[in-house]
């Protein structure tokens, strides 16, 4: 059993452990994507388009799949008959082949030897950008701007980031033109950690994501939303972020892998749900209980958020027996737009999808 970290940052849980078997199955998602958006429930993901697709359009194969993706016409699930294959000569080449010209001009290659080395610790990325503001996301600044580390919301990453940077002092020297940035790096660890806890999205990855200049000051404070925020206070801050409230549903379940350490110190430890380390719905009929299973820390957001009329019918959705398809392809769609904000390049990246590991069922 592998022993993962994440980092949830998505409403402030900022340190959690999870505990999860290696890999596991999801089956095919394209069918229950396209109905699940014809019911009534799970119809309302964003479909704002980003960066260079909103100025631009699709200009390559890849920036066409992200557009499809975003817009809800394509699923963000990859199932597992998509494999990368290293070149021939990078292949015949042994484990010298990361060091070849084949596997140098092959942009997924180096990261066909990055994924195996994830497979014991990660994170999940902060997303601390606002459409008003225009800085921040998934471009590698938590880890690469002066005085990320220090903020109280970021309390617990130093380490983690650490295991980061020394993925790129290892594997930067082997990869093309492209390289290997922090900002490529923090999203594919976070899509190996998904994909490995049982039950969880094998989403679709692209690289080639340029990290930020670190002369450049992180984003404005206050941006990440705290644990203790209401409903109103939330909905309008993932807005900001071009979310929509079935969106931060969705998000928001990723607690049921997580486990809280600054929330409440006298609770350090304490997991979301009673399935920790297992990416299924319990979280949801759990959290909307009139109490909480013991041994099981209510993050106060998520309970507000199993409550108010914005969010509470999708809530009760996913509480329900038979749902985990649903939301996980939800969830999918969600993370997918999370793992771009602030990429201003998407018709420039490459879809690597491939490399994940392979998904298995829940236990």
């Avoid at 990320?148 to 650490?162: A, K, P, T, V």
């Amino acid at each position: 059993m592998l022993r993962l970290v994440l980092s949830p940052l998505l409403l402030g849980a900022l340190s959690s452990i999870v505990y999860a078997y290696p890999g596991f199955h999801v089956a095919l998602h394209d069918i229950h994507s396209y109905a699940r958006r014809q019911d009534g429930i799970g119809n309302s993901h964003s479909t704002v388009l980003l960066a260079d697709l909103a100025a631009n359009g699709a200009t390559t194969p890849a920036g066409e799949t992200i557009r499809n993706i975003l817009q809800n016409t394509a699923p963000a699930v990859v199932d597992n008959s998509v494999v990368y294959a290293r070149p021939d000569a990078v292949a015949k080449a042994g484990e010298g082949g990361l060091n070849s010209e084949a596997c140098r001009q092959d942009a997924c290659c180096v990261w066909s030897y990055i994924v195996p080395a994830m497979s014991t610790s990660t994170i999940v990325p902060a997303f601390a950008r606002d459409g008003s503001v225009g800085s921040g996301g998934a471009d590698g600044s938590i880890l690469l701007s002066a005085g990320e580390l220090q903020r109280s919301e970021n309390r617990g990453m130093g380490d983690y980031g650490n295991l980061v940077l020394s993925w790129r002092d290892e594997f930067g020297a082997y990869a093309g033109p492209g390289g290997v940035t922090v900002a490529d790096l923090i999203q594919v660890g976070a899509m190996v950690a998904t994909v490995t806890c049982p039950g969880g999205p094998r989403i679709r990855t692209f690289v080639g994501r340029p990290d930020v200049d670190d002369r450049v000051p992180p984003p404005a404070d206050h941006l990440l939303p705290q644990p203790t925020a209401n409903a109103s206070t939330l909905v309008a801050m993932f807005a900001a972020k071009t979310f929509t409230a079935t969106d931060l549903v969705a998000l928001v379940g990723a607690h049921t892998v997580s486990r809280q350490y600054f929330a409440d110190p006298a609770y350090a430890g304490f997991p979301q749900d009673t399935t920790d380390g297992v990416f299924d719905t319990a979280f949801y009929a759990e959290t909307d209980a009139d109490v909480p299973p013991a041994g099981v820390y209510r993050i106060a957001s998520d309970g507000v958020l199993a409550r108010d009329a914005a969010t509470q019918t999708l809530w009760q959705d996913y509480a329900q027996p038979g749902a985990q398809t649903r939301w996980t392809d939800a969830y999918a769609t969600a993370y997918f737009r999370l793992s771009l904000l602030g990429v201003q390049n998407l018709n420039g990246l490459t879809d690597c999808s491939g490399v994940l590991p392979q998904s298995k069922p829940l236990p």
